[in-house]
Every structure is written in structure tokens, then in C-alpha cells.
């Protein structure tokens, strides 16, 4: 099995920073797809950063410029930057990943969350 565990969420104000990271762990032989995904109360989950391959990290528009996304593939592990943070940034962050386990067999992993609250 391949585990996903985030951290660096927490209480910030706005125009503040965070730095959300997520490690894989188990059985990974190789990730194709990171993805940072959020969800706040009474709304659907929503992709905020993604990237597939060796590609570019593509954005949703209500994050761009404000947050970053980077990776460390020879640690399994991923990173969201956040800054300029808004109240309406506050929700549970979610990260997941995509690949091949030791076993030859594709997996689709999702981390439990970490909660980004901004407060006024």
C-alpha cells in the first residue's frame, strides 16, 4: 500500500503564508500524478495544483500567483507554497497521488488532510 500523509496547515491571517507538504510512504515504485486538492464546508473538492509527468504544474485560477507547487521525486514528496492567503482559502487540503506500487499495480492515494484556516 502507498500511504499519503500532508502537513503545515494551521491558523494564519490574511496575506499570510503556509507551506503545505505531503510524503509518500509503502510501496511506491513510481508516482506519475500529484494533485492538491481542497474542500471547504458545504462545497464540493476542488483541484487548487496538479501535475502529471514531468510537466508543469497547472493552477486553478482562484490560486494562481498566489500559490506554488514543487516536488522532491527522490523523497516522494510534494510541496504547496501559499502565500497572500484570503478567508476564502480556508478549507481541509487534501493531497493525492497516482502511480505504480512495488506489486506492478496502479494505485490512487489520498492523504487524511490538513486544515488551512485564515482569520481576520
Known amino acids: 500500500q502507498v500511504q499519503l500523509v500532508e502537513s503545515g496547515g494551521g491558523l494564519v491571517q490574511p496575506g499570510g503564508s503556509l507551506r503545505l507538504s505531503c510524503i509518500a510512504s509503502g510501496s511506491v515504485l513510481s508516482i506519475w500524478t500529484w494533485g492538491w486538492y481542497r474542500q471547504a464546508p458545504g462545497k464540493q473538492r476542488e483541484l487548487v495544483a496538479g501535475?502529471?509527468?514531468?510537466?508543469?504544474?497547472n493552477y486553478a485560477d482562484s490560486v494562481k500567483g498566489r500559490f506554488t507547487f514543487s516536488r522532491d521525486s527522490a523523497k516522494n514528496t510534494v510541496y504547496l507554497q501559499m502565500n497572500s492567503l484570503k478567508p476564502e482559502d480556508t478549507a481541509v487540503y487534501y493531497c493525492?497521488?497516482?502511480?505504480?506500487?512495488?506489486?506492478?499495480?496502479?494505485?490512487?492515494?489520498w492523504g487524511p488532510g490538513t486544515q488551512v484556516t485564515v482569520f481576520s
Open positions: 501535475i502529471t509527468g514531468g510537466g508543469r504544474a
Open positions: 493525492n497521488a497516482g502511480g505504480r506500487n512495488n506489486f506492478q499495480t496502479d494505485f490512487d492515494s
